[in-house]
Nanobody
Framework: QVPLVESGGGLVQAGDSLRLSCAAS????????MGWFRQAPGKEREFVAT????????YYSDSVKGRFTISRDSAKNTVYLQMNSLKPEDTAVYYC?????????????WGQGTQVTVSS
């Protein structure tokens, strides 16, 4: 098990920025690829971003590329999602994920989610 706890969600206006954090428990944080997925009302859950275990590579969905940045701090067992130039279509519940192998789909571990709402 890899307990994941997200924070940082909230209500913002279009064009604003927000940073999500995800704290992971355990001593094996540096072994996991860490990611973010989101689910908007009435839509399927979708991939947002992933950072590899060693932090050397990042992957983004086309819809957030250039606006969102994923990073990790191994000393704090925390992964971040910096979201800039937010749009109403970014409104969703954002989930932190962890997986030993997978990068952009079907991660093994999920957090409970944090709501992000972007008003126009």
């Amino acid at each position: 098990q890899v307990p994941l706890v997200e924070s940082g969600g909230g209500l913002v206006q279009a064009g604003d920025s927000l940073r999500l954090s995800c704290a992971a428990s355990g001593r094996t944080f540096s072994s996991y690829n860490m990611g973010w997925f989101r689910q908007a009302p009435g839509k399927e859950r979708e991939f947002v971003a992933t950072i590899t275990a060693n932090g050397g590579n990042t992957y983004y969905s086309d819809s957030v590329k250039g606006r969102f940045t994923i990073s990790r701090d191994s000393a704090k067992n925390t992964v971040y999602l910096q979201m800039n130039s937010l749009k109403p279509e970014d409104t969703a519940v954002y989930y932190c994920t962890a997986d030993l192998w997978r990068l952009t789909s079907h991660p093994t571990y999920w957090g409970q989610g944090t709501q992000v709402t972007v008003s126009s």
